[in-house]
């Protein structure tokens, strides 16, 4: 059976962690089909991707440990870190939307999948944990780093040096999730979320979120210039005129 499962709702795409009686710990099987979706979705025509899990109460539980504990070495570890960096940043970098719908704890490396996604919503009765220091170690796949541009240093230093659990009303207080809902609204309301630009050009969709991640790595004035690219690129897209026109007539 695989770890995974995915659909497609209208233009959206649903990715399922199914690896429920493991709790979604993600070893090297998990990681290879993690890799195959990723070759598979990477460049195809879906508007934007939300990934949940399927049945548990555990949105992801991190690393699984028998897996870790054929990890010897620190070259093993690393090369495994290394592996996760990869996924996670092609998930990152993928030029749709991704949400991600938290629903159940998100826990150690599961809270670092979880932040690798460009918007979170959360089970209003779940939390999230980086709790990586309670077994002597650092966060491993990019946790620290998106963390720390999330909610800050200092809180996202406080968050790893206590492994302390954050509720999801703590969490949108501090910016570490974008909206909280009930267990049975949370897939409904995301996937809403992705309806409210499925009618727009795909190009349209691919620009702003090339925008929003290009303005926390360029400089100012490399920044400027690709906005002024992709909108006058974007400015000959169709719509614009259309509305342009639609509200002249309406003047008229």
């Not at 555990?58 to 620190?74: E, M």
């Not at 940043?89 to 998100?106: D, K, W």
């Not at 650092?138 to 406080?158: E, M």
Request: aromatic share 10%; glycine share 6%.
């Amino acid at each position: 059976m695989s770890y995974i499962r995915f659909e497609k709702h209208n233009g959206t795409g649903v990715l399922y962690l199914a690896r429920s009686e493991k709790l979604n710990a993600i070893d090297e099987r998990f990681m290879d089909e993690l890799q195959r979706f990723l070759d598979t979705v990477e460049g195809s025509n879906i508007r934007a991707l939300i990934v949940t899990n399927a049945d548990s109460d555990v949105f992801a539980s991190g690393g699984d440990i028998g897996y870790f504990l054929t990890l010897n070495t620190a070259n093993d570890a690393r090369m495994m870190a290394y592996r996760m960096h990869v996924l996670l940043n092609r998930f990152e970098e993928l030029e749709i939307p991704t949400v991600c719908a938290i629903n159940g704890s998100a826990i150690g490396g599961g809270a670092e999948l979880a932040v690798a996604f460009d918007i979170r919503f959360m089970r209003n009765d779940s939390f999230i944990q980086f709790k990586e220091k309670q077994i002597g170690v650092t966060t491993g796949w990019g946790g620290t780093y998106r963390l720390v541009r999330l909610v800050g240093y200092s809180t996202a230093l406080k968050l790893l040096l206590s492994a302390e659990k954050v509720d999801a009303k703590t969490a949108i207080r501090i910016g570490l999730v974008d909206e909280i809902y009930d267990r049975d609204v949370l897939l409904k309301k995301a996937l809403e979320f992705c309806e409210t630009f499925s009618d727009d050009d795909l190009r349209l969709v691919r620009y702003i979120k090339r925008l929003a991640r290009q303005s926390m790595f360029l400089e100012r004035d490399s920044y400027m210039e690709l906005e002024r690219r992709l909108f006058s690129e974007s400015w000959m897209f169709g719509k614009r005129e259309e509305m342009m026109k639609r509200f002249v007539k309406k003047e008229r």
